[in-house]
């Protein structure tokens, strides 16, 4: 009874702090509002220890609260054959929908001019932050129709925000009273209908994001000013809410964010990690990142993220995934975007591409509308490289790297290294991914080391390949581009190579 009256007190508490907004006096914490290091950060320097791709074994092992042990945990194969996921950023962030998701921050935190100017010019004086919550209709949210346009990108997981700095929860969660998709806004639980579609329709892995902190929370604020002595936040909110989407939804990935102030002891993460390991509904499948404090990033956990838009242009020692936006500057749909700020599609195939050459994952982010649309320029993105990869994608899901990522003497030329056949003696295929279509109309590969038995084909092509041998490498010629099936990025599978 006791726990029951601290919860609803503090609940009260919460929300009424939320409806009344911040003030500039309450607003005390100005480092609080930086903008994600993850944004800005140069391509660091990755963690040495590489996890293993290998099946769990030992289903009876335990995992401990310490990261030397949950680092020993092998990578569920799942993820690193899937090459490709769609992160979806949604929100209340999703209703002003102008400059980025971090728009209450930018507005009410650090006073940026553009945002205070747009709220002066379109919202009545004395509105807060919390009032768009209402706004957040989700009317046309077709779950249904979501999961058919994510399943045709091709892309094997998708990872939600559950919940982003602002606080709001997509699900009803006990933790997040009367500032959740149920209390406020669409009145439907958004989480559960996406997962439920995403299951009965695709074979999709279903997968969240969640933040670790919130920018305006009292318990929050509270606890920075004790100096993360105490954990008032993280054990009335921030862990619960963890447990709770994990023993409800089942996610196959936990995409942690917001980790940068406190180290991940105030966090109590490898308490929570462990138990998603060793406990949880989805210990043998489930896959964390690396946000799980200050000083994880790039250390721990089963895939690194590192920074955003992180695409090192090398092979990495370790499994790591480049999440990616088709808007150039947000990851929440934007109503002041111009079309020079999307990604084309020869531009997203070209990251995806260089990416798995390197050994990582590609999360390709799309931000849908208040009302509960993925804008069409989205859903062309997407149909558009799920069409590539029905041609090509042969030479991604699945496949490896090769022992050379990109060709030395022809730029824009990538490898990857596929499955291959069972067969005895018969090798891996090597696939040459061309991003440029060669004027000349050849294309001179020389990292390939040839053998009696080489074959050259093109995918997407019908006809026999013209090739012969050059020092090094060998030159290929190019069938009329009006006979090919598709029209960027263009795949040679090279069969018996010499390695």
Not at 124 to 130: A, E, I, K, V
Not at 308 to 317: H, K, V
Not at 351 to 368: A, D, K, Q, R, Y
Not at 472 to 483: C, D, E, L
Request: glycine content about 6%.
């Amino acid at each position: 009874m006791h726990n029951l009256s601290y919860c609803l007190l503090a609940a009260f508490l919460i929300t009424v702090y939320i409806r009344t907004g911040s003030s500039t006096d309450e607003f005390k914490h100005e480092t609080a509002a930086k903008r994600s290091p993850y944004e800005t950060t140069k391509v660091p320097s990755m963690s040495q220890k590489k996890k293993p791709h290998v099946p769990i074994q030992d289903q009876s092992y335990r995992y401990t609260p310490d990261w030397e042990s949950l680092d020993s945990r092998p990578l569920p194969l799942w993820y690193d054959e899937a090459k490709f996921g769609i992160f979806i950023h949604w929100g209340v962030f999703s209703v002003p929908s102008f400059g980025s998701e971090w728009f209450w921050i930018n507005w009410q935190g650090s006073k940026n001019p553009k945002y205070v100017e747009f709220m002066k010019k379109n919202y009545p004086p004395g509105f807060t932050y919390p009032e768009f919550g209402p706004m957040f209709t989700a009317e046309f949210f077709d779950p249904e129709q979501w999961a058919e346009i994510l399943k045709s990108s091709g892309a094997k997981y998708i990872v939600l925000t559950s919940k982003h700095h602002e606080g709001f929860t997509l699900w009803p969660s006990k933790y997040s009273w009367n500032w959740n998709a149920v209390d406020v806004g669409p009145k439907r639980d958004l989480v559960g209908d996406l997962a439920n579609a995403i299951r009965n329709n695709t074979d999709l892995k279903f997968g969240l994001y969640h933040s670790l902190y919130e920018w305006f929370h009292p318990l929050y604020v509270k606890d920075k000013d004790n100096n993360w002595n105490t954990q008032d936040f993280v054990k009335s909110k921030t862990m619960p809410e963890l447990y709770e989407i994990v023993n409800k939804y089942q996610p196959s990935v936990i995409w942690s964010d917001g980790d940068w102030e406190p180290n991940d002891k105030y966090w109590n993460s490898t308490d929570f990690i462990a138990w998603l390991y060793n406990d949880s509904p989805v210990k043998k499948e489930v896959v964390v990142n690396d946000r799980w404090g200050s000083g994880t990033t790039c250390k721990h956990g089963d895939i690194y993220t590192c920074t955003d838009r992180f695409n090192p242009g090398t092979l990495q020692p370790h499994k790591w995934e480049n999440c990616f936006t088709i808007d150039r500057k947000s990851w929440g749909f934007r109503r002041n975007a111009m079309l020079s700020d999307y990604f084309s599609t020869p531009d997203l195939i070209k990251e995806m591409v260089t990416t798995i050459s390197c050994g990582g994952n590609m999360l390709l982010n799309v931000g849908p509308t208040h009302y509960g649309q993925i804008p069409p320029i989205y859903e062309e993105r997407l149909r558009q490289i799920g069409g590539w990869l029905r041609i090509n994608g042969e030479a991604i899901y699945g496949s490896r790297p090769w022992i050379f990522q990109n060709d030395t003497r022809t730029p824009e030329i990538w490898y990857t290294k596929g499955k291959g056949s069972k067969e005895l003696f018969i090798s891996d295929p090597v696939y040459a991914i061309i991003l440029e279509w060669p004027k000349s109309g050849v294309i001179e590969l020389t990292a390939p080391t040839t053998t009696g038995s080489t074959r050259v084909t093109f995918l997407g092509y019908a006809g026999a390949v013209k090739w012969t041998l050059s020092a090094p490498g060998i030159r290929v010629s190019f069938p009329s581009k009006s006979k090919v099936s598709n029209d960027w990025a263009w795949v040679l599978r090279l069969d018996n190579l010499r390695y």
